[in-house]
C-alpha cells in the first residue's frame, strides 16, 4: 500500500478496502471477502469515506483473521501448568498471565479449580486450602500463598531441628 502513498484515488479509505480485498483469496474466506465488500456498496462514497471506515475495516479483518489458536495454546498451557514447591508466586503468576489469555472469568468455579489442579502433586496442600473454604478466586489465592508459606515454615524448621550428636572435644 506504500507503493500508492499520494496517488489520486488511492488516498480513500473506501478504495483501500477495496484494494486489500483483492488480496484476500480462496474458499475459506470468500463469504466472509463478499460480505465486506456489500458493506462497501452501501457505503455513501462521500460521507463514508473517512479514516473511520478503513481503522473499523481493519478491526474486523484482525479479528476474522488473527492467530485463532493463540487461546488454544493457553488452554493447553494452563492444563499442563504444575505448581512446584515452594514457588508459589511463580505459579500464581502463571496461572493468571496463562488464564487471562484463555479468557476465564476470574469470579467463577471453573477458573477455581483449574487453579486447585495445579496442585495435584501435592493432595495435602489442596486438602488444607479446601478446609479454608475459600469463597471466590481472590480468596482461593491467599489462601493457597498462607498454606504453602506454612508449608514453607515447617519445612525450615523441620531441617534446623535434626539433632547433632553431643561430641565433647577434648584436648
Known amino acids: 500500500m506504500m507503493a500508492n502513498q499520494g ?5 480513500s479509505p473506501i478504495q483501500r478496502i477495496a484494494i486489500a480485498l483483492t488480496f484476500i ?14 458493506g462497501l456498496e452501501q457505503l ?6 473517512v479514516k473511520y471506515t478503513y481503522l473499523n475495516f481493519l478491526s474486523h479483518f484482525e479479528s476474522q483473521f488473527a492467530d485463532s489458536t493463540k ?8 492444563d499442563q501448568l504444575t505448581f512446584h514447591f515452594p514457588t508459589i508466586d511463580q505459579y500464581i503468576s502463571d496461572f493468571e498471565m496463562l488464564s487471562q489469555k484463555v479468557k476465564y472469568t476470574i469470579g467463577s468455579r471453573e477458573l477455581m ?19 479454608k473454604s475459600p ?12 498454606v504453602v508459606k506454612n508449608q514453607q515454615l515447617l519445612q525450615a524448621i523441620k531441617n534446623n531441628s535434626n539433632p547433632t550428636p553431643f561430641r565433647q572435644h577434648f584436648q
Open 71 to 78: 487461546q488454544e495454546v493457553a488452554q493447553a498451557s494452563l
Open 7 to 11: 496517488v489520486l484515488g488511492f488516498e
Open 25 to 38: 483469496k480462496g474458499p475459506q474466506v470468500d463469504g466472509w471477502v463478499e460480505g465486506i465488500l456489500e
Open 113 to 131: 479449580n483449574m487453579f486447585l489442579k495445579g496442585f495435584h502433586n501435592f493432595p495435602h496442600i489442596v486438602e488444607r486450602i479446601i478446609n
Open 44 to 49: 455513501h462514497p462521500i460521507n463514508d469515506n
Open 135 to 146: 469463597t471466590n478466586y481472590y480468596d482461593l489465592k491467599e489462601k493457597a500463598i498462607s
